[in-house]
């Protein structure tokens, strides 16, 4: 059996899971291994998103001698009506297994995210205690607003119906208008998964004082998609002592492809370099 798709780089690359020679992804939307050195780093896109995100970091890091993985979230890659039969464990044992086989070729490994991946990161950081550091970029950990004490019910009681409807999601969030052009990602969301990073937002914020890894948290200073509260929640209740929250200035939510990503990545890389 051979890949449907070449993946850029240069080094010994692989896809990240035999399925990932199966499935009909879409045009960027495949995951990605590039092995390098004896440093790796897994790259987690965001919600409805796809390793497209992440994949020019990845390439960055790995022109700098990191091995990087980047994932295809459960139900992400292909079609929002694969996403629909998935929730927060689903996308939580992807992550899992992705960075169980990057210890397993890497002496030290990073976790770095986007969104619902900076989300995915911080969970991750509060049960592998293997991890040299996190990097978590426009994570949501809560929603703030008069429907708040809706949400919850939502989650465990909503007709059944009702969660297999999806909803249209607005265009990626990001200043730079001329980074859309081919920007990859579900144009609809299912609202089982909505109400499901709802819940996930609440489990993971309960756990992060047991954050010990060096972190770095950063975030736009505009984020149409994350309120900006989230990244000094994060800075402030992780019990992390090297730790660093950044913002950015000319960057909406999607802090890997907007006007300051070359910025964002030397930063991680810098942020790596520092910590092997």
């Given at each position: 059996?051979?890949?449907?798709?070449?993946?850029?780089?240069?080094g010994s690359v692989c896809?990240?899971?035999?399925?990932?020679?199966?499935?009909?992804?879409?045009?960027?939307?495949?995951?990605?291994?590039?092995?390098?050195?004896?440093?790796?780093?897994?790259?987690?896109?965001?919600?409805?998103?796809?390793?497209?995100?992440?994949?020019?970091?990845?390439?960055?890091?790995?022109?700098?001698?990191?091995?990087?993985?980047?994932?295809?979230?459960?139900?992400?890659?292909?079609?929002?009506?694969?996403?629909?039969?998935?929730?927060?464990?689903?996308?939580?044992?992807?992550?899992?297994?992705?960075?169980?086989?990057?210890?397993?070729?890497?002496?030290?490994?990073f976790v770095a995210g986007?969104?619902?991946?900076?989300?995915?990161?911080?969970?991750?950081?509060?049960?592998?205690?293997?991890?040299?550091?996190?990097?978590?970029?426009?994570?949501?950990?809560?929603?703030?607003?008069?429907?708040?004490?809706?949400?919850?019910?939502?989650?465990?009681?909503?007709?059944?119906k009702w969660l297999h409807?999806?909803?249209?999601?607005?265009?990626?969030?990001?200043?730079?208008?001329?980074?859309?052009?081919?920007?990859?990602?579900?144009?609809?969301?299912?609202?089982?998964?909505?109400?499901?990073?709802?819940?996930?937002?609440?489990?993971?914020?309960?756990?992060?004082?047991?954050?010990?890894?060096?972190?770095?948290?950063?975030?736009?200073?505009?984020?149409?998609?994350?309120?900006?509260?989230?990244?000094?929640?994060?800075?402030?209740?992780?019990?992390?002592?090297?730790?660093?929250?950044?913002?950015?200035?000319?960057?909406?939510?999607?802090?890997?492809?907007?006007?300051?990503?070359?910025?964002?990545?030397?930063?991680?890389?810098?942020?790596?370099?520092?910590?092997?």
């Open positions: 059996m051979r890949l449907k798709n070449k993946f850029r780089g240069t896809s990240l899971f035999c399925c990932a020679m199966e499935k009909n992804w879409m045009p960027g939307g495949e995951p990605f291994h590039i092995r390098k050195g004896s440093v790796g780093c897994l790259l987690i896109h965001g919600f409805t998103g796809c390793p497209y995100e992440m994949r020019e970091l990845g390439e960055y890091l790995a022109e700098r001698d990191i091995t990087v993985s980047g994932p295809a979230l459960a139900g992400h890659g292909t079609s929002h009506i694969d996403m629909a039969a998935t929730r927060w464990p689903d996308w939580y044992a992807t992550v899992r297994q992705a960075l169980d086989e990057l210890k397993q070729e890497c002496e030290s490994v986007l969104s619902l991946g900076g989300l995915q990161s911080l969970h991750l950081g509060t049960h592998d205690r293997d991890i040299r550091g996190i990097v978590s970029m426009a994570a949501p950990v809560g929603v703030r607003g008069a429907m708040v004490p809706l949400l919850r019910p939502l989650v465990q009681y909503t007709p059944v409807k999806y909803h249209k999601s607005p265009p990626p969030d990001l200043k730079n208008k001329e980074a859309l052009n081919g920007f990859v990602s579900y144009k609809y969301a299912p609202m089982a998964c909505v109400l499901s990073i709802i819940d996930y937002m609440r489990h993971v914020r309960e756990d992060l004082n047991e954050i010990t890894a060096p972190i770095l948290v950063m975030q736009g200073t505009v984020d149409h998609t994350v309120q900006t509260w989230c990244a000094d929640a994060i800075y402030a209740e992780v019990s992390s002592k090297d730790k660093e929250l950044v913002r950015l200035e000319n960057t909406w939510h999607v802090v890997t492809k907007d006007f300051e990503k070359l910025a964002v990545y030397e930063k991680i890389y810098d942020f790596i370099r520092k910590r092997m």
